[in-house]
Nanobody
Framework: QVQLVESGGGLVQTGDSLRLSCAAS????????MGWFRQAPGKEREFVAA????????NYADSVKGRFTISRDNAKNTVYLQMNSLKPEDTAVYYC????????????????????WGQGTQVTVSS
């Protein structure tokens, strides 16, 4: 059974940094692309960042490029999201997700591409 457990959310001020972690279990971690999504109240879940199964490729939403960095440690079955220069509009519940297919070349950037999801971690950025 696949489990994704996020941690690292919290309440911060504008300009601060946070690092989210997502620990995965249940499938061979190194075979799957991993993604981060977020959902603010009243809004649809949106893509934030993704990293390919080998760690050699990444993709970012325009709204976070240059501020957020996704990485993975395959030895620890963990994916990270380093968030710098946080803004109030980054406030949301952040979810990590695991690709539906193993070793997919094109990294999905929509929720439909991901089969497993974590429970989410709240990030609140005050102005």
């Amino acid at each position: 059974q696949v489990q994704l457990v996020e941690s690292g959310g919290g309440l911060v001020q504008t300009g601060d940094s946070l690092r989210l972690s997502c620990a995965a279990s249940g499938r061979t971690f190194t075979w799957y692309n991993m993604g981060w999504f977020r959902q603010a109240p009243g809004k649809e879940r949106e893509f934030v960042a993704a990293i390919n199964w080998s760690g050699g490729g990444t993709n970012y939403a325009d709204s976070v490029k240059g501020r957020f960095t996704i990485s993975r440690d395959n030895a620890k079955n963990t994916v990270y999201l380093q968030m710098n220069s946080l803004k109030p509009e980054d406030t949301a519940v952040y979810y990590c997700a695991q690709d539906s297919l193993p070793q997919r070349i094109v990294i999905p950037t929509t929720p439909r591409g991901y089969m497993y999801w974590g429970q989410g971690t709240q990030v609140t950025v005050s102005s």
